[in-house]
């Protein structure tokens, strides 16, 4: 069960903007709109950011986006605060035995 | 508003079985073609998938592959929650074990509080 690949670790200062991507294959992220992202603060469960690519749910920030281009998705934080340091996982449907499956996780620090 | 609330024990001996159950309030186990999954989480192995239960017109389940042989997931109605069975545990079962609903196609709103579970004698 290969987990979609993040970077470790993104950084950036108050006010920027930061990109985290999730790469795939075409059995999951390319090949289904289906690619979700998560916040999870430490000792917490995670947190639904953005659901089918590009959709954020109800009271998420407009700072949170979400894109995707062939086996990559990206998850964009625009105007970078300090509560948003934390720990970020992207997580597809895959077209599998084993149906879904998380990114790595990357480690958002605000400077 | 949906709410999750996990129980079980946090220490479960090698060789036996794993077992919690995710009380669910705000929202029906039984309704159609909503999800109700078991994620974990360990240093090792990250986030997890392990498996799912929904219903449609009648019970379905689906499994990771990685814990197939040794899962179940089963939905109790009376109770208005799901339960996670893990036999045969080994100290590599050792995570945080999460019960999360998935309503749309694939994406997982509501989460429960997580559950430590460590395997050790």
């Known amino acids: 069960q290969s987990a979609l690949t993040q970077p470790a670790s993104v950084s950036g200062s108050p006010g920027q903007s930061i990109t985290i991507s999730c790469t795939g294959t075409?059995?999951?992220?390319?090949?289904?709109?289906?690619v979700s992202w998560y916040q999870q603060h430490p000792g917490k469960a995670p947190k639904l950011m953005i659901y089918?690519?590009?959709t954020r749910p109800s009271g998420v920030s407009n700072r949170f986006s979400g894109s995707k281009s062939g086996n990559t998705a990206s998850l964009t934080i625009s105007g970078l605060q300090a509560e948003d340091e934390a720990d970020y996982y992207c997580?597809?449907?895959?077209?599998?035995?084993?149906?879904?499956?998380f990114g790595s996780g990357t480690k958002v620090t605000v400077l | 508003q949906v709410q999750l609330q996990q129980s079980g024990p946090g220490l479960v001996k090698p060789s036996q079985t794993l077992s919690l159950t995710c009380a669910i309030s705000?929202?029906?186990?039984?309704?159609?073609?909503?999800?109700w999954h078991w994620v974990r989480q360990s240093p090792s192995r990250g986030l997890e998938w392990l498996g799912r239960?929904?219903?449609?017109?009648?019970?379905?389940?689906d499994y990771a592959v990685s814990v197939k042989s040794r899962i179940s997931i089963n939905a109790d109605t009376s109770k208005n929650q799901f339960s996670l069975q893990v036999n045969s545990v080994t100290p590599e079962d050792t995570a945080v074990y999460y019960c999360?609903?998935?309503?749309?196609?694939?994406?997982?709103?509501?989460w429960g509080q997580g559950t430590l579970v460590t395997v050790s004698s």
């Open positions: 997580s597809s449907y895959r077209s599998s035995s084993t149906l879904g499956v």
């Open positions: 089918d690519v590009s």
């Open positions: 239960t929904y219903y449609k017109s009648r019970w379905y389940n």
């Open positions: 999360a609903r998935q309503e749309r196609y694939w994406d997982f709103e509501y």
């Open positions: 075409s059995s999951d992220v390319g090949g289904y709109n289906y």
């Open positions: 705000g929202d029906s186990v039984s309704r159609n073609s909503v999800g």
